[in-house]
């Protein structure tokens, strides 16, 4: 028997490659399939089976293409209803793979369909659960996001995830392995661990949703306490996993299209694409085609691409690191963003070339920001982290603007005095600036290195009041 966690650090997503005496199957394959497919031929195995715990809201799975590729069962677990051939399991069904067994246990509350995968191995012994959004290390699913498809509220679902955690998980040993969907930077859950592997017992010492002595009462008020909204793409990751999708290399293949910088001018103008410019911060701040919006690629891209434009049906141009285009087409389809129609052939060095015009965003050193503060202690300055890291701890006086929720914000920023942006360490900052300079506000300027350089510096706080409005 072997067992193989595929983790994508920038979707923080574990897929696992199970393989017995010949026969492999996957859990929660990415979209890209070709992997999998030779790890199979690696081992000399044939895929029999594709798992899927539930149906994802925060990528698009390769269940549709893997099946179609190899012949391997699409399987789901009760309440599921897909547009495409799958077994639709029954709770307590096993299916044989190989020399092991992995036995299907139906634990809804994170979705009406979420369903953990119980393998026992070649003596019959529970050896491990692949516990798709049911159980995280150090959390559990969020109940919030099937309210509308199961017509239940978030505490009825909290409620049935409580039951399905002390019914069908905590009744396993606490040596059975725990193989979860996601780890930290899902925002299928809100405290997740960084590690990606656990055991049962582990996590009914460690997780606090799993305490012995926790009503259900209390699950689910801690459980659904704090619950940001979801990002907006998640319905429409859900209803390509439920009714199938374009074979991703057709959406490489038309992504991958090369346009001199006059067609790409043209092609901006005429298509109403977004321009998405994936370098590094540092550079996109030195130049950039104007009102092009910086996601880079080394950082959590596909997350962040996915909650601030929304649409997977937008039409999108990528200004790349030369040698990156194929990759952020890539990852762009694994959240549904299967528009891309071409990137800029040389990258932004061949704009810059060809003397268009082009913008830059301000952005200096904390330790230039500090000698400001020291002449002008009443800057206008805006965080742009997560409210939990901004209640944590803040600058004083520092507005509280999310970079998830900046849409709702634009009213706070002032039309013509100078004002400051940061974030944690940099990233979130210029993506934050790229949109606000998108939208024709141009007098802020950004702090390089974010938080995190700033409190080297001395500069924090013990105010934890949140200002939100500009007098």
């Not at 077994?87 to 044989?96: N, S, T």
Request: glycine letters at 8%; charged letters at 25%; a negative charge.
């Amino acid at each position: 028997m072997n067992i193989e966690q595929i983790y994508t650090g920038c979707l923080a997503q574990g897929a696992y490659y199970i393989e017995s005496n010949g026969e492999a199957a996957i859990i929660d394959p990415l979209r890209e399939v070709q992997p999998y497919i030779d790890k199979a031929k690696a081992d000399n195995a044939n895929i029999k089976y594709i798992f899927e715990t539930h149906f994802h809201a925060d990528f698009v799975s390769g269940h549709v293409t893997l099946s179609n590729k190899t012949g391997a069962s699409i399987v789901y677990g009760p309440n599921a209803e897909t547009l495409f051939d799958a077994i639709v399991a029954k709770d307590g069904q096993e299916f044989k793979l190989g020399d092991i067994t992995i036995v299907v246990l139906h634990t809804p509350g994170h979705t009406m369909e979420s369903t953990t995968y119980l393998l026992r191995d070649e003596n019959g012994e529970d050896h491990a659960i692949f516990s798709g959004d049911t159980l995280f290390l150090g959390d559990v699913g969020r109940p919030d996001l099937a309210q509308k498809a199961a017509a239940m509220t978030q505490e009825e679902l909290a409620g049935i995830l409580y039951d399905s955690l002390r019914l069908k998980i905590m009744t396993l040993a606490d040596n059975v392995i725990v193989y979860p969907a996601h780890g930290a930077g899902s925002a299928c859950g809100k405290n997740l661990s960084k590690e990606t592997v656990g055991t049962i017992g582990g996590q009914k010492q460690n997780n606090y949703a799993l305490r012995a002595d926790m009503s259900k009462e209390e699950f689910v008020k801690e459980v659904t306490d704090g619950l940001l909204p979801p990002p907006q793409y998640f319905p429409l990751n859900v209803k390509m996993n439920k009714e199938g999708y374009e074979d991703v290399q057709e959406v490489i293949k038309r992504g991958t299209h090369a346009f001199s910088t006059e067609e790409f001018e043209v092609a901006a103008n005429e298509t109403d694409a977004l321009v998405l410019d994936v370098r590094h911060q540092s550079d996109f701040a030195k130049g950039h085609i104007p009102r092009s919006i910086f996601i880079g690629l080394d950082g959590s891209f596909a997350p962040w691409v996915g909650a601030l434009v929304g649409d997977v049906k937008q039409n999108i141009l990528i200004v790349a690191p030369e040698g990156r285009e194929e990759e952020t087409i890539t990852r762009l389809s694994r959240v549904g963003f299967d528009q891309t129609i071409g990137y800029l052939k040389g990258g932004f060095e061949a704009w810059k070339k060809s003397a268009r015009e082009y913008d830059i965003v301000n952005s200096i050193p904390a330790s230039q920001f500090k000698k400001v503060l020291d002449l002008e202690p009443n800057k206008i300055v805006f965080d742009v982290r997560k409210p939990g890291e901004y209640s944590a701890e803040h600058m004083k006086g520092a507005h509280s603007t999310p970079l998830d929720f900046i849409n709702d914000h634009f009213s706070e920023f002032p039309d013509k005095d100078f004002f400051y942006v940061h974030c944690a360490g940099g990233y979130r900052s210029m993506i934050a600036a790229s949109i606000l300079k998108s939208r024709g506000i141009h007098n802020l300027v950004d702090i390089q290195g974010g938080y995190a350089a700033m409190k080297t510096l001395g500069i924090k706080t013990t105010d934890y009041s949140c200002p939100t409005k500009l007098n």
